[in-house]
T-cell receptor, first 114, second 119 residues
Framework: NAGVTQTPKFQVLKTGQSMTLQCAQD?????MSWYRQDPGMGLRLIHY???????DQGEVPNGYNVSRSTTEDFPLRLLSAAPSQTSVYFC?????????????FGPGTRLTVL | AQSVTQLGSHVSVSEGALVLLRCNYS??????LFWYVQYPNQGLQLLLK??????LVKGINGFEAEFKKSETSFHLTKPSAHMSDAAEYFC?????????????????FGQGTTLQVKP
C-alpha cells in the first residue's frame, strides 16, 4: 500500500492564480480531510469528507473547494490564491466505523503564494 | 467546544534524560485523546491514543501517556530520550459524541511542541 499520497510536494503561486492539490489513498478509507499547518497554530481543518459524494466545511474553509467523486481521491482547489494561504497542506484519511480511528497523513504540500 | 493546549512550544532535553511534553484539554464530554509525531519534512504519525479503559497508554518508540480526568491532562513521557526523538509533537482531541453526531472523526490539534535532544 502506498498509503496517502499528495502531489505536488512544493508549489509557488502568484496572487490570484488557481490550482488543485491532489490527494489519494489506497486503503479504502471512508473519511478524508484536508488540514493546513501554520507555525504556532498546529493543524487546522479545512474541509472533510465522510464518503464519496459527501463533503463538509471544517474550521477554515474560506478560499478552498473540495469534491469527492471517488473513495480514493480528495482534491483541494484554491480558487484565487492569496498570500494568507501560504502554508503546508496535509491530507489525511481514516476508517469510519463507530469510533474515531487513527488518521493517516500524507507527506504534505508546501505552498507559497507571492 | 473542545480545545487543546500544549504547554511549551519548545522543549530541550539531553540524550538519556526524561522527556515530558504537556497537554491539557477542554471537553464537556469524555474525550478521545491522541499524540502524533512529525519528523522534519514528513506527515504526522500516530504515537498513541486514549479512548476508554486503562488510563496509562503505551505507544510506539517507548512513549507513553496518562489520561488524568481530574487534571484534564494527557502528558506524554519517555524515560530516556534518544537523538531520533527530535521532532514536533502534537496532542489532539475528539469525542465519541462528536464523532457519532457527525461521523466525521474531526480532530482538534494543539499548537505543537518541538522536542530538541542534545548529545
Amino acid at each position: 500500500n502506498a498509503g496517502v499520497t499528495q502531489t505536488p510536494k512544493f508549489q509557488v503561486l502568484k496572487t490570484g492564480q488557481s490550482m488543485t492539490l491532489q490527494c489519494a489513498q489506497d486503503m479504502n478509507h471512508e473519511y478524508m480531510s484536508w488540514y493546513r499547518q501554520d507555525p504556532g497554530m498546529g493543524l487546522r481543518l479545512i474541509h472533510y469528507s465522510v464518503g464519496a459524494g459527501i463533503t463538509d466545511q471544517g474550521e477554515v474553509p474560506n478560499g478552498y473547494n473540495v469534491s469527492r467523486s471517488t473513495t480514493e481521491d480528495f482534491p483541494l482547489r484554491l480558487l484565487s490564491a492569496a498570500p494568507s494561504q501560504t502554508s503546508v497542506y496535509f491530507c489525511a484519511s481514516s476508517l469510519s466505523g463507530g469510533v474515531p480511528n487513527e488518521q493517516f497523513f500524507g507527506p504534505g504540500t508546501r505552498l507559497t503564494v507571492l | 467546544a473542545q480545545s487543546v493546549t500544549q504547554l511549551g512550544s519548545h522543549v530541550s532535553v539531553s540524550e538519556g534524560a526524561l522527556v515530558l511534553l504537556r497537554c491539557n484539554y477542554s471537553s464537556s464530554v469524555p474525550p478521545y485523546l491522541f499524540w502524533y509525531v512529525q519528523y522534519p519534512n514528513q506527515g504526522l504519525q500516530l504515537l498513541l491514543k486514549y479512548t476508554t479503559g486503562a488510563t496509562l497508554v503505551k505507544g510506539i518508540n517507548g512513549f507513553e501517556a496518562e489520561f488524568k480526568k481530574s487534571e484534564t491532562s494527557f502528558h506524554l513521557t519517555k524515560p530516556s530520550a534518544h537523538m531520533s526523538d527530535a521532532a514536533e509533537y502534537f496532542c489532539a482531541v475528539t469525542s465519541l459524541q462528536d464523532f457519532r453526531s457527525s461521523n466525521t472523526g474531526k480532530l482538534i490539534f494543539g499548537q505543537g511542541t518541538t522536542l530538541q535532544v542534545k548529545p
